[in-house]
């Protein structure tokens, strides 16, 4: 979460795509999980209540699957390993990327024409900048113009990012790295970690000429910002340290004579030489080309991030907790492509048994996953781009034989509802007093809706009862999270989306703790309650929709 200061046309004739053979359960991490209903733990007796959102106890009428208590509890461990194993948003997305295809989910290209790839009942997903992701699902009986069930979410993590020109000179014998704060990166909590350094590296074949991105992070911590003793006095205990001269993370040591340094050509990317490395620290461009196995001079250009190293664990005397760097918002993001994956694996087998057929369904099923949310969505792959309706159109179009017709886009839209996931806060216990009476939810519950009266979120009555449905059918429990009248609220992706497209949306996320520092807690239920309650909104959206129409 980002801090604010503010007549259908005939149905498809292109054959459905053949149904991929659905593999046995295996609990090991990155394996699909079952499809089958879960009771949460309820919630321990203690003095301080959340606010449970209740849900009617009304008939099931639909035997779609849900997830049990056992199957809950196997997200955590796939979940940890995502996190400590992807640590950059290049990263993120490439594996995300790897787990939908792991499930027949198809790759498009944004550049080529999608009306002779798109069938009805294929799974598809698209990238943009290797640091956003789209995955959909296009329903066997889903004609342009009818609804999309939408989660959307974002990727991004606070974090910080190497400088364009990073070399600095060595000082006192240490090498140093230029690093920037990418949103709130580099506050307090980054004082003497484990950094690391990763992301996205453009590499030239120079046989063929062709550039092409290669993934790229070292095994091992290689920078710290170190503090100053508190024997020092009043340098040490500055709570507003520079961070531009006083958080510059040591890399390494060099106690030889220093040289000269500034010279005519330090501000020119890839120097007189106009090759890229010869402005970047030799070290570091060493330990990047042995890595990737490439010559220095194959560097066409990089983006990378210092972060945390220090492994995603469970933690608390049962293991309750999950104890990992950037949850926000890696945590919903995760949750929303598995339950994507859960509910049309679901599709599949209930249509190849017989019982409960997918063909029921009339929807395409979304997941968009962004970057930049933390810095305002406005680049080409923040939500505020025109990715996601681009997509749904293009979607559409398919089926209106190639073109996309304006009334159909605008009817998808208002058949169409979103959940713009993100993070929420959790009670913290050691400060009740800053939480909003009966608004402070708790781990290991379940999902929380974001309510706010100025328009940070995009809740009201009629998408709060929506989800409430949801959740009443899909046995889930909803929070509820509001701030304070006397503290400023966070914003989402959702209301840049929803106006965008006028489509009716709900905040609601997973709560943690620590929001925006470097390390977070979550619970260990909590990848899969996530899950949980986002499949149930795809696999009973119709519906659910069917009853506010």
Avoid at 256 to 282: K, V, Y
Avoid at 344 to 350: I, L, P, Q
Avoid at 372 to 384: N, T
Wanted: proline share 8%; glycine share 8%; with cysteine.
């Amino acid at each position: 979460m980002t801090r604010s200061d503010s007549n259908k046309p005939g149905q498809d004739t292109n054959p459905p795509v053949p149904k991929p053979s659905i593999a046995p359960y295996n609990p090991a991490p990155g394996n699909a999980h079952p499809n089958i209903l879960l009771t949460t733990r309820a919630p321990s007796t203690a003095t301080y209540h959340p606010r449970l959102i209740p849900t009617p106890c009304l008939p099931r009428t639909n035997a779609k699957i849900t997830l049990s208590k056992t199957d809950v509890e196997s997200y955590a461990t796939p979940f940890l390993n995502f996190i400590s194993e992807n640590p950059t948003v290049f990263h993120a997305v490439a594996q995300l990327a790897k787990r939908l295809e792991s499930r027949g989910f198809i790759k498009l290209s944004a550049r080529e024409q999608w009306s002779a790839k798109i069938r009805i009942g294929g799974k598809y997903y698209v990238e943009r900048n290797g640091s956003s992701i789209i995955a959909f699902a296009v329903s066997s009986n889903y004609t342009a113009g009818n609804g999309a069930a939408v989660i959307a979410s974002h990727v991004d993590a606070i974090t910080t990012k190497v400088k364009p020109i990073p070399t600095k000179e060595t000082k006192a014998g240490y090498v140093q790295l230029g690093i920037a704060p990418y949103a709130g990166g580099l506050n307090k909590t980054w004082w003497d970690r484990d950094l690391g350094i990763g992301g996205k590296v453009l590499v030239k074949d120079q046989s063929t000429g062709k550039i092409q991105a290669k993934l790229f992070k070292l095994d091992w911590p290689i920078a710290r910002i170190p503090t100053l003793a508190p024997h020092f006095g009043a340098p040490a205990d500055d709570p507003n340290p520079n961070p531009e001269t006083q958080m510059v993370p040591i890399i390494g040591l060099d106690n030889s004579e220093p040289g000269p340094f500034i010279t005519n050509e330090s501000s020119l990317i890839g120097g007189a030489s106009h090759i890229f490395t010869s402005s970047q620290p030799p070290r570091l461009v060493k330990a990047i080309t042995n890595n990737l196995q490439i010559d220095r001079q194959d560097i066409v250009n990089w983006e990378l991030e210092v972060f945390d190293t220090q492994p995603a664990q469970l933690g608390g005397l049962d293991k309750e907790f999950i104890f990992a760097p950037r949850i926000d918002d890696k945590l919903c993001a995760y949750a929303a492509i598995e339950a994507l994956i859960a509910s049309t694996d679901a599709d599949e087998t209930t249509s190849d048994n017989g019982s409960s057929p997918a063909n029921e369904d009339s929807i395409i099923k979304i997941v968009g996953c962004f970057d930049d949310e933390e810095i305002g969505s406005l680049l080409r792959q923040g939500a505020r781009s025109n990715f996601l309706p681009d997509t749904i159109e293009r979607i559409g179009a398919t089926f209106t034989g190639g073109h996309s017709i304006p009334e159909y886009v605008s009817q998808t839209y208002a058949n169409s509802f979103m959940i713009s996931a993100d993070v929420s806060h959790a009670v913290n216990p050691n400060y009740l007093d800053v939480y909003l009476e009966n608004h402070a939810p708790r781990l290991n519950v379940g999902v929380a809706v974001q309510a706010d009266p100025n328009g940070h979120t995009t809740t009201d009555s009629v998408s709060t009862a929506f989800l409430q449905r949801v959740a009443e059918k899909c046995d889930s429990k909803l929070q509820v999270f509001q701030i304070r009248n006397d503290s400023r609220s966070g914003g989402t992706v959702g209301p840049m989306l929803s106006s965008a497209m006028g489509m009716r949306a709900i905040d609601a996320g997973l709560p943690q703790l620590s929001m925006h520092s470097i390390r977070a807690t979550c619970g260990n239920l909590d990848p899969g309650l996530g899950v949980k309650l986002f499949k149930g909104f795809f696999d009973h959206f119709q519906e659910v929709d069917s009853e506010f129409s």
